[in-house]
């Protein structure tokens, strides 16, 4: 028997992926990259943006095909799944199973997944992880350590920390600077990442720790989203780009090596040209190492459906260009 996944969305998901691999491996499935050669299709999807949804409903007629050619073909799908698109999403899996997830810390080779914590309290008005995921729990920092320890024996250089919002991170009195410090001490050699931090809570005390930790790997993926007040208050980010921008130049003063991708979504409801060049102003600032630039589409079930979708979808692609291009060229 052989499995196939499909992977829509972020490190978490990427990181939920390896872990389904590892369930299924250990009920005797292998895996192919072959999709037409699977008994069994995996998706994994992430419904934060529409077009990754549309991408899952374009499989239907794919797994019609497949199953004309293999009676025995399962399909099942898992991740960020609204209860709203379920019913319309049973009519082509086989299976919906939303949060099929398994013990955290499958590796893969020399990288080792950790998932400190599930859900978020963020309610930021594009985003669907607190309606499929729910609030936000965090695992035990004992049994994180204890995952982290027993994946550096087995061999892992790289330890990834995972969290929709890691850095409001907390067990007892651990919270998430503490943590890394715990990470940082655990003996051999490895370095550790972590996704995605929230701007809003990054506090001093955590770039304090980091700029102490050996083993953080310096990469740091801070997500704007905007660089425009109005913007990201319509976003309910609860933080200004003054705010943003400061805390860029603290993190930058305390660990000057430190390499700076962000996320940011153009074409988002009311975001007029001069709202926009607002954003390629901060990208122009700030000059980040890498960008993650995505189209603003909207959600069913999320706060910024209701307001009008008012940038055109080729604006859009040029707002995407632009910044692409900022980054690029090192502007």
């Not at 309606?131 to 320890?149: E, P």
């Not at 919002?165 to 051999?188: E, T």
């Not at 770039?207 to 704007?224: D, E, G, M, T």
Request: hydrophobic share 35%; with cysteine; aromatic share 8%.
């Amino acid at each position: 028997m052989k499995y196939h996944i499909i992977t829509y969305g972020c490190q978490m998901n990427k990181a939920d992926s390896g872990r389904a691999a590892a369930m299924l491996e250990k009920k005797g499935y292998k895996p192919t990259k072959d999709i037409k050669a699977a008994d069994l299709i995996l998706v994994n999807m992430c419904s934060v943006r529409q077009s990754a949804v549309d991408r899952v409903h374009g499989l239907f007629h794919k797994f019609e095909e497949l199953k004309i050619k293999n009676r025995k073909l399962k399909t099942i799908l898992t991740g960020c799944v609204l209860k709203k698109d379920q019913k319309k999403l049973r009519e082509i899996f086989d299976d919906v199973q939303p949060g099929l997830y398994v013990k955290s810390g499958g590796k893969n080779n020399s990288l080792s997944n950790i998932t400190i914590s599930n859900g978020c309290n963020n309610f930021c008005t594009y985003c669907v992880v607190p309606f499929t995921r729910g609030n936000l729990v965090c695992h035990d920092h004992r049994a994180i350590l204890k995952t982290a320890k027993r994946a550096v024996k087995a061999g892992a250089r790289e330890i990834w920390l995972l969290g929709q919002n890691v850095n409001d991170y907390q067990s007892g009195a651990v919270n998430f600077a503490k943590l890394v410090a715990m990470i940082n001490a655990i003996p051999g050699d490895f370095r550790f990442f972590f996704t995605s931090p929230h701007p809003k809570n990054f506090s001093d005390e955590l770039i304090v720790a980091l700029a102490k930790c050996q083993k953080f790997s310096k990469r740091l993926n801070l997500p704007a989203q905007s660089g425009d007040d109005e913007i990201l208050k319509r976003m309910g980010r609860n933080y200004t780009v003054k705010q943003y921008e400061a805390l860029v130049k603290k993190i930058r003063k305390n660990i000057p090596d430190i390499n700076l991708s962000t996320d940011v979504i153009v074409g988002f409801p009311g975001e007029t040209r001069r709202r926009f060049n607002n954003t390629a102003k901060l990208f122009r600032k700030i000059k980040f190492n890498i960008a993650y630039v995505a189209k603003y589409s909207p959600r069913p079930g999320t706060a910024a459906a209701n307001l009008k979708d008012d940038v055109p979808r080729l604006e859009k692609k040029r707002r995407e260009q632009i910044l692409n291009g900022i980054i690029k060229n090192g502007q």
